[in-house]
Every structure is written in structure tokens, then in C-alpha cells.
């Protein structure tokens, strides 16, 4: 009896896999950052079982309410604690914030799918929403004594604090949201089917989408060429080759699949909705009335500024909006990974993201100094 031969599509997959694998030990040994010695890393518990990896950066004086950031699709933490330079978090944190940065499940610092373990390999972004964003900020409270968080969330992570703000408003004090659509009209064609064109060949190998080794395949080349991934990613003028390698080895992350499923969905219908279509989060937004920060990368292509705007302009709350961009005094315009690490985006955005914390604190709460923006508005 013969034994049956792989696919071809298989057989290409675990080469991509194998090579992913063997690249992945020279990036990460060349550019991966460990985590510095300051900061914490604990645990939190999921409703349904799960243990999330925290990182926490403690200020010396803390004032002010504590901040989660929640990172997108793709990626872990640590995107937005590239290195000691790249890091809002630690920046936040040297300015009085206590700061908290979520590892998602599945990600590198949090448990793994796991049948046997009770741990479904099917989750979605509803699953974030429902269990593990609770579940850090609960962490938060017993820790802090805070009653509420202030939240970042970059790309997806900005949808997911949408949804959450809309959905448990008691959490949450303040949002500020980077490069995060409510509507996907503007999306480009080349950047979605880029983007289904990866998943297809990571669920190839299972339900969970294997970035990691599919990004350290071309390791040699990440910033020295401008890929796909590049063009989409950064701009050049604010993102060095060191920095976006060094993002590459700690911040790209596994997906499940699922969750790929759903953020095409959302594409497909142009909002966002629960896995199922059957809740339309994107109208959801009309009913948030917790301060809100909106900013759009000026030469996004996965978040283009129209569709980022239309999200902005759903909201019932106070809010603000801005693009990141020349027309603002920055020396270059952003692109969607430059929010998080561009060289000049602590001098440039994130000050803009402490200013708006501090204009909505609690009466009766102090707040960090030198949160005036080096922006000429």
C-alpha cells in the first residue's frame, strides 16, 4: 500500500517554514532585544484559561492613571518596545505613566493553542475583546488600585480598544487610537490581497498563521530592499534598516487564523463586526462617549487617512484628530509602522498621546509634566 505524497502546496509550506526556522536563529541572535532589566514581566488569567504575558515598566512617580497598549495583527508587545529608543512604552513610563504593555494570546510571551491543554486553536478578535483585554486590565486594577485605564492601541489594537470602549465603557477612561480604521474602504488592493496572500500560505501548515518564520525567510533583505511588506510598513526617512530588522526579530507574532478570517470580513463588508456578522461594532462607535485621540499615519496604505477619519467622525465622546504628516510640523510624513517606531515619533507623536491623557484625567488625579507637544500645531 502506498503512503500518500504531500500536496504540493505542503511541501512548499514546511520549505518556507524550514527556512523561516533557519533564518530566524541569525535574526534573532543579530537583532532581538531581550527585555531590559526594568522591565516586569507577570502573568494574567483568562476567563476561559489562558495565561497572557504582561510586561509592565514601573515609573519612579507615578501619576496619573496606569495605560495599557494593545498591539495589532501580526505582532506581540513588544512592536511598541522595539529597543530603548523605539519603546512608547518605556517613554510613557519615564514620564510618570505606569505602563502596561498585552501580549495577546498565542503570541510569543503568552500561552500557545493547545487542544489537550483546553486551549482552542479557534479564536477571533471577538475572543481579545471578551477575555483577554478584561483580563489584563483586571490584572491592572489589583495591582494599581486604579479604577480605570487609559488605552493605546496600534493598528488592530486600535480596533480591538474601539470595540472595547463601545462595549465596557466602566473600564476605560481615555483612547488614543494609531493608524486604526472603523471603515476599510480605502484599503488597496495590493495591500489586501498581500495580506490574504500570507495567511493562505501560513494556514497551509494549520490554523495558526506562522509570521515569524514566513517574515525571517527574507531576513537578509528586511529594510534593505523595498519589499511588500516595506512599502506597506514604513517610510524609509523615519525608520532605519537597523530598527525595522530589529522589529522583525521581537515583533512579528503568530495569528490564528480565525482572527485573519475576521479583519477580511471587515474588509469585505467595509466595518467592523463580530466574527459571526452578526454585530456591527463599527455603529457601536456612535455610542462611545469616553475621550478619544484618532491618528492617521499620512502615507498609510493599510490605514489610509479617509478610512481612519470616518471612524473618528462616528464617535460620540469628546475627541481629536490628527495625521501624522508634514502638514503637521513633522519633519516626514508617517507611515503605519512609523507611529510606533519611527526615529522622531517621540518627539513627534507620542507626546501628542501624553498630552491628550493628561487634558483628560480624573479631577483629583495628578498628572506627568512635559507632556506639551514639540509640534507646531
Avoid at 23 to 43: I, K, N, Q, S, T
Avoid at 135 to 146: L, M, Q, S, Y
Avoid at 210 to 230: Q, R, Y
Wanted: aromatic share 8%; glycine share 10%; proline share 6%.
Amino acid at each position: 500500500m502506498s503512503r500518500a505524497r504531500p500536496t504540493r502546496r505542503l511541501r512548499a509550506a514546511l520549505a518556507v517554514l524550514a527556512l523561516g526556522l533557519g533564518a530566524g536563529c541569525v535574526l534573532g541572535r543579530l537583532y532581538r532585544e531581550p527585555l531590559p532589566p526594568e522591565a516586569e514581566l507577570f502573568d494574567a488569567t483568562t476567563a476561559d484559561g489562558w495565561r497572557l504575558g504582561i510586561i509592565r515598566y514601573r515609573p519612579e512617580r507615578p501619576r496619573g492613571l496606569p495605560v495599557l497598549l494593545c498591539h495589532g495583527v501580526f505582532n506581540n508587545g513588544r512592536i511598541l518596545d522595539i529597543d530603548a529608543e523605539h519603546s512608547l512604552a518605556r517613554w510613557l513610563a519615564s514620564r510618570g505613566r505606569d505602563t502596561y504593555l498585552l501580549n495577546l494570546r498565542g503570541t510569543r510571551y503568552s500561552d500557545q493553542p493547545d487542544p489537550q491543554a483546553g486551549r482552542s486553536l479557534r479564536y477571533s478578535a471577538d475572543t481579545y475583546v471578551l477575555q483577554d483585554m478584561p483580563a489584563a486590565i483586571e490584572a491592572i486594577r489589583r495591582r494599581t488600585g486604579a479604577p480605570k485605564v487609559d488605552l493605546v492601541g496600534h493598528s488592530m489594537g486600535g480596533h480591538l480598544a474601539y470595540i472595547y470602549v463601545a462595549e465596557r465603557p466602566e473600564d476605560v477612561n481615555a483612547v488614543v487610537t494609531l493608524g486604526a480604521s472603523a471603515h476599510f474602504h480605502g484599503v488597496g488592493k495590493i495591500e489586501r490581497e498581500s495580506g490574504r496572500s500570507i495567511a493562505r500560505l501560513g494556514t497551509s501548515l494549520g490554523p495558526t498563521v506562522p509570521a515569524p518564520e514566513i517574515a525571517h525567510v527574507f531576513a537578509p533583505l528586511h529594510g534593505e530592499i523595498e519589499g511588500p511588506i516595506e512599502r506597506v510598513g514604513r517610510n524609509a526617512q523615519n525608520v532605519s534598516v537597523t530598527t525595522w530588522k530589529r522589529f522583525m526579530a521581537t515583533g512579528v507574532d503568530y495569528c490564528s487564523r480565525d482572527v485573519i478570517a475576521q479583519l477580511d470580513l471587515w474588509i469585505s463588508q467595509n466595518h467592523m463586526s463580530s466574527a459571526d456578522g452578526k454585530v456591527d461594532y463599527t455603529a457601536r462607535l456612535r455610542t462611545v462617549r469616553a475621550p478619544v485621540l484618532v491618528i492617521a499615519a499620512k502615507l498609510d496604505k493599510i490605514a489610509p487617512v479617509a478610512s481612519v477619519k470616518a471612524g473618528y467622525e462616528l464617535l460620540g465622546g469628546p475627541k481629536e484628530f490628527f495625521i501624522a504628516g508634514e502638514e503637521n510640523g513633522f519633519r516626514f510624513d508617517y507611515a503605519h509602522g512609523d507611529l510606533v517606531m519611527a526615529d522622531r515619533a517621540k518627539l513627534e507623536v507620542w507626546p501628542e498621546i501624553l498630552r491628550f491623557f493628561e487634558t483628560h484625567t480624573p479631577e483629583g488625579l495628578e498628572v506627568a509634566g512635559g507632556g506639551q507637544s514639540a509640534v507646531a500645531r
